[in-house]
């Protein structure tokens, strides 16, 4: 089917599927109480707020969405978009379960059958694949597509609202005296709640609300995307995800398509600047030469690193990976992020919860944000409908913190890791650059480390 086509069957559907339904958002009298409040509709607050509405012991429940950003209308699919994730097994999981994932496949996403990663300076270089290719690593999803997905299932459920333009200004929860807990917007429009769901990004207000610690790290990074067009004569189906870590941080190529591309590259802020300035042709000539430059040139590292493989079994490759050349940038896909790291010291507290990047911040080069933050759903949907279940409110901190422990014990190591590798490999300092890439040849050589690590990341 030709993309226009495609397009027009879409924006039919479209509004069909949500003129209706958009009419039937909240307007601002209407105030009141609710069973959840979620603040935020990004892709996680989204996704809870599917999951619970589908769950059969919370499909009762009276669940109001609280999303700051105007109204959610479905981008056109004639280009891709600038911001996609790798998403791995359990939120392609969580996506099947909440009845999304049908319809992101039969629109487009992209399986990852093999991930490439290397050192610049040492060159060491590792990958990642299932033997033979037999399944993918991870899957890369427009996030705007995932999001679309979502709001189609929320089409017809009765006790579900969401309110658009409705910023969060301030909450009173049960520790500081409020029976139930209160939010109150922007607007001075107030609402109450039996349990609040912070899902409000890592400025949350509803984290602030908790009073709990939250560590932070700003990496002063950006991260810069685009949608670009590769040649792909040599590697046909453009199936493997590519990431060079360079000394100011790594750049980073998730397929799209046969030939499209979706970069995300992590540099200095004013790197960034520039990046962003240039014309098409010098971005995507910075580009190539980012990625096929030789930077082996620390005559320390190379000449340990040549002595390993005298004395050593574990030979390098010579050979410098070769991903597929850039040859063009899509029109307005560049765009940047700044990139820090965040962790609340807690996760729940009587009548309260975080949940996505309101409780974890983490950088993007191991792909793990939205999926940390889809794990936070399941467990969360799981637990409260336990709590149900038993006869017990969704505040019962009892159950809270039961999702809390459960959370903090998958998240924790995954950010720690994260933070470590970036720590690690934005530095060009000799002794750790030969540290990280003694490492990486053990890892890549000694197979059952290397599929530890894998099962880990792939999860
Ligand atoms: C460049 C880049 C690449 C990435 N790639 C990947 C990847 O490949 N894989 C992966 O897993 N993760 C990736 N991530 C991370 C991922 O994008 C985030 O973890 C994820 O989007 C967080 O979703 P969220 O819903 O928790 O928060 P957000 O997306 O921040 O959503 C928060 C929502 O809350 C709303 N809000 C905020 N404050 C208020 C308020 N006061 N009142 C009402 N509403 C409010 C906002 O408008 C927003 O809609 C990447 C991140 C970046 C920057």
Known sequence: MSTLRMFKILKLRNNNVYGKRLLSTLTTKDAGYYDVIIGGGGLVGTSLLVSLAKNETLCNKKILMLEGA????????????NRVSAINKQSVQLLKSINTWDFIESIRQKPVLEMMVWDAISGESINFNHPNFSDSVACIVENDLMLEAMYRQLNDLPNVKIMNEAKIDNCLLPKDGAEKSEVTLKSGEKFTCDLLVGADGFNSTIRKAMDV??????????????????????????????????STGPIALLPLTDNLSSLVWTTTYENARELLKMSPSEFVDSLNEAFSKDYRNNSLVNNVMKFVDTVSPFKSNQMLPTPPKVINVQNGSRAQFPLGFGHASSYACKGAVVIGDAAHRVHPMAGQGVNLGYGDVLKLTEVLAEATYNGSNLNDIQYLLKYEQARLRANLPIMLGVHALQRIYCNDFAPLVLARSLGVKFTNSVPPIKKFFMEKAMA
Request: hydrophobic share 30%.
């Open 70 to 81: 105007p109204e959610y209308k479905p981008q056109s699919r004639s280009t891709y978009s």
């Open 213 to 246: 610690d939250n560590y932070t790290v700003m990496y002063k990074q950006m991260g810069v995307v685009a949608t670009l067009e590769l040649d792909t004569s040599e590697c046909p189906g453009n199936t493997v995800a590519w990431q060079k870590f360079l």
